[in-house]
């Protein structure tokens, strides 16, 4: 169970934990492009496990799309990139191919 208390977001794991400044840098980082979790980890600073956690909770919030499974410049591994653009939404792409 998630909840936010004064500025930080509280998980039942007192260590994975994210706080407003960093969900915001995470979501303009992504806002301009689309990248791996470990991408947004070393670029914008933030441990790997609020990265992730920050991403599944912009996700089901409806605020983060998923591009395309791509090899990582970071790891070398098959990954999923992940974008804020509202470019990349789904319903965008839906209207504008009948829009043609």
């Known amino acids: 169970m998630r909840a936010i208390i004064k500025d930080r977001v509280v998980n039942s794991n007192p260590y994975c934990g994210y706080t407003s400044v960093q969900r ?3 979501y303009h980082y992504l806002l301009l492009r689309s990248a791996t979790i470990p991408m947004i ?3 914008v600073e933030v441990p790997f496990e609020s ?3 920050c991403v599944q909770d912009l996700y089901a ?3 983060l799309w998923t591009t395309k499974k ?7 591994r098959m990954e999923l990139y ?4 509202p470019e990349y939404s789904p319903k ?3 209207l504008s191919y009948w829009g043609r």
């Open 24 to 26: 915001d840098s995470i």
């Open 61 to 63: 919030e409806g605020l």
């Open 82 to 85: 992940y974008t804020t653009n």
């Open 92 to 94: 965008v792409q839906r």
């Open 51 to 53: 990265v992730r956690i």
């Open 70 to 76: 791509r090899v990582c410049r970071r790891t070398g």
């Open 41 to 43: 980890s070393t670029d």
